[in-house]
């Protein structure tokens, strides 16, 4: 199966920024969605962003103006650029990508190990 590879957490004051980066072990022919999302303790797990094969974004309400998703198809890698961070956005962060094997139209969905972010003063 596809691996995916996720870096970039860490601890940062509030107002500050991070980059979360999410290798694939391989390329995937046909993805059907993409993207980030946060679980935080005691919560379950949300949606972040989600980008389409076309560059289209779309972020959830509370991050969006301060969260920018991203992909590099040459760099098998996906990106969330994440400034202005808020205590409400320390979580654990996953990649997602689903895929679609022919000619079953089988889906397939990945999720990366998740890393940890944590805004705190």
């Known amino acids: 199966q596809v691996q995916l590879v996720e870096s970039g957490g860490g601890l940062v004051q509030p107002g500050g920024s991070l980059r979360l980066s999410c290798v694939a072990s391989r390329s995937i022919n046909i993805i059907s969605a993409m993207g980030w999302y946060r679980q935080a303790p005691g919560k379950q797990r949300e949606l972040v962003a989600r980008i389409s094969t076309d560059d289209n974004a779309t972020d959830t309400d509370s991050v969006k103006g301060r969260f920018t998703i991203s992909r590099d198809d040459a760099k098998n890698t996906m990106h969330l650029q994440m400034n202005n961070l808020r205590p409400e956005d320390t979580a654990v962060y996953y990649c997602?990508?689903?895929?679609?094997?022919?000619?079953?139209?089988?889906?397939?969905?990945?999720w990366g190990q998740g890393t940890q972010v944590t805004v705190s003063s």
């Open positions: 997602n990508i689903q895929s679609i094997t022919l000619p079953t139209f089988k889906v397939n969905n990945y």
